[in-house]
């Protein structure tokens, strides 16, 4: 029962909860989650919780931990169709979501996404044409203190 | 007052993290009948969950008592009762500080809890067990 399926859609890993998750299941869900990033390469993750009735401190906790850990995976996570009454209550419970993205729907989560790939390509990029440099005017520079 | 039935006393035995589930629809589906809107129905379902997620990790098992207030002074309400016999709460004024966790929780569940719900009663002794009950109003109706 309310196992989450993962699809892979080009860079993108899509997980849409469909059902009322248990404890276990949202455990479940963020280890695969990882896992599945790290086997396919994912460079984003979007998790739609359209479906999503209510989200208490436990699941709250989870979603901050599926962006981190995604994060340190090279991917980033948005999450998508948290209902206005969730929203805030979440924020009445004292949970902000820090660090997690977030957007309306699906269909935005995506542009989200695809935004947010761009500029972590784009930084790649500049850090990759800075990197020899830097590499060398701190060889210059701090000599022997490193 | 029509004479409507809204639901009976609801009794959910806690022994695992499926009556979590179970426990926070229940309660949900009888805000709902009682005519609460969705953010009232959030937020009871979610202080349900913290509750009873407490028993399943501090107590192992419990039980949850879900009922309608009607005809009382302050009009429609919901009650529930969350009640374990476990190890209980030697600090309760600790337990209810923002972050406070005896173990690996944010410590939000209870002072969450509170802010959640109109009226929260929390009784409770070392080797005794947890009982807490909380009420909360329909607001949109007493008007
Ligand atoms: N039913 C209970 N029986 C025994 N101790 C309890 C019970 N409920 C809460 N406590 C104690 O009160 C503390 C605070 O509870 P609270 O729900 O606020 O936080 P938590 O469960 O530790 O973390 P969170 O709910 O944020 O995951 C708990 O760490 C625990 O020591
Ligand atoms: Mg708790």
Redesign the pocket.
């Known amino acids: 029962m309310a196992r989450v399926p993962i699809i892979k859609v080009g860079e993108t890993l899509i997980a849409t909860v469909q059902d009322e998750l248990r404890d276990s299941d949202a455990l479940t869900l963020q280890t695969e989650l990882s896992a599945a990033v790290e086997r396919t390469g994912a460079r984003g993750v979007l998790l739609d919780l359209s479906a999503v009735e209510t989200v208490d401190?436990?699941l709250g906790?989870l979603l901050g931990e599926v962006a981190a850990s995604t994060r340190l995976l090279g991917a980033v996570t948005v999450i998508t169709g948290i209902q206005p009454a969730v929203a805030i209550t979440l924020v009445e419970l004292g949970l902000e979501l820090k660090g997690v993205r977030t957007a309306l729907n699906p269909e935005k989560g995506m542009a989200l996404l695809r935004r947010l790939q761009r500029l972590q390509r784009l930084q790649g990029e500049e850090n990759a044409r800075l990197l020899p440099a830097r590499a060398g005017s701190r060889n210059g520079r701090n000599d022997g203190r490193r | 007052m029509a004479a409507t039935m809204v639901g009976a006393d609801e009794h959910i035995p806690i022994r695992g993290e499926d009556d979590i589930v179970a426990a926070r629809q229940c309660a949900r589906a009888l805000a709902k009948r009682l005519g609460f809107g969705l953010l009232d129905q959030s937020r009871i379902a979610t202080a349900v969950s913290?509750l009873t997620?407490?028993?399943v990790?501090?107590?192992a098992t419990?039980d949850a008592y879900i009922r309608p207030l009607e005809g009382a002074p302050r009009g429609t309400g919901i009650e529930i009762v969350v009640a374990?016999r476990?190890?209980?709460?030697a600090d309760v004024e600790l337990?209810?500080r923002d972050g406070?966790?005896?173990?690996t929780?944010?410590?939000?569940?209870?002072?969450?809890t509170r802010r959640l719900v109109d009226e929260m009663e929390i009784d409770?002794a070392p080797g005794r067990?947890?009982t807490?009950t909380i009420r909360k109003w329909n607001r949109k109706r007493n008007r």
């Open positions: 401190s436990f906790r | 913290e997620r407490n028993v990790r501090y107590a419990g374990d476990g190890p209980g709460i337990a209810m406070y966790s005896s173990g929780g944010l410590g939000m569940g209870l002072p969450g409770t067990g947890t807490v």
